[in-house]
Nanobody, 120 residues
Framework: QVQLVESGGGLVQPGGSLRLSCAAS????????MGWYRQAPGKQRELVAT???????NYADSVKGRFTISRDNAKNTVYLQMNSLKPEDTAVYYC??????????????WGQGTLVTVSS
């Protein structure tokens, strides 16, 4: 019913930047919180950043000052601008959204993930 499609991952050198995008599609009335999570090899998935539909943001301590989350409600899209990337930022990045369907149903939806590799 609702799909999240991520893009923007890739290989970048330490100190570089990437911008991730996640677009939601389907019978969406509105979307509450949206966020980015990541999972490094051999580790558990962890929160990176979240943003409410009002624009309030929350960041993991490890990315504060380097990453910026934003959203375009008209496009049902959330972004993650990642600057000053470090090798420890290497992970698969997942988008998550809490859409409200036109039917009134609430959902929690995950994207398929996009790989970010930070290496020289």
């Amino acid at each position: 019913q609702v799909q999240l499609v991520e893009s923007g991952g890739g290989l970048v050198q330490p100190g570089g930047s990437l911008r991730l995008s996640c677009a939601a599609s389907g019978s969406i009335f509105s979307i509450n919180a949206m966020g980015w999570y990541r999972q490094a090899p051999g580790k558990q998935r962890e929160l990176v950043a979240t943003i409410t539909n009002g624009g309030s943001t929350n960041y993991a301590d490890s990315v504060k000052g380097r990453f910026t989350i934003s959203r375009d409600n008209a496009k049902n899209t959330v972004y993650l601008q990642m600057n000053s990337l470090k090798p420890e930022d290497t992970a698969v990045y997942y988008c998550k959204a809490h859409p409200i369907l036109a039917s009134g149903r609430y959902l929690e939806v995950w994207g398929q993930g996009t790989l970010v590799t930070v290496s020289s």
